[in-house]
């Protein structure tokens, strides 16, 4: 059974930066996707970038080019840096998980096969 469980999120003043952790486990084929997403309160869940677990090749949506970074590490866990943060970042963060040869284009509707439960990132002013 796949699983992918987030942590890392907090509370952090406007400016500050944070480092989020995805952990995934249960796959049973060796490359995968690991994408971001995080849902606003009252937004609907926007993607973020996502990378791929064989070539640690990268992909962000361009709201975010610049201030986030995807990287991996040489096992199984995906992480998301957030730098310069502003209070409209507040929102749950989620890594997801989908089939090297789905494109991600930052939407869920037709990518995320499995999904982790969420970590909060507040950001104050």
């Known amino acids: 059974e796949v699983q992918l469980v987030e942590s890392g999120g907090g509370l952090v003043q406007a400016g500050g930066s944070l480092r989020l952790s995805c952990a995934a486990s249960g796959f049973t084929f060796d490359d995968y996707v690991i994408g971001w997403f995080r849902q606003a309160p009252g937004k609907g869940r926007e993607g973020i970038g996502c990378?791929?677990?064989?070539?640690?090749?990268t992909t962000y949506v361009d709201s975010v080019k610049g201030r986030f970074t995807i990287s991996k590490d040489n096992a199984n866990t995906v992480y998301l840096q957030l730098n310069s943060l502003k209070p409209d970042d507040t929102a749950v963060y989620y890594c997801?998980?989908?089939?090297?040869?789905?494109?991600?284009?930052?939407?869920?509707?037709?990518?995320?096969?499995?999904w982790g439960q969420g970590t909060q990132v507040t950001v104050s002013s």
């Open positions: 997801a998980a989908d089939y090297p040869w789905l494109r991600f284009d930052g939407t869920t509707r037709n990518w995320g096969a499995w």
């Open positions: 990378i791929r677990r064989s070539d640690g090749g």
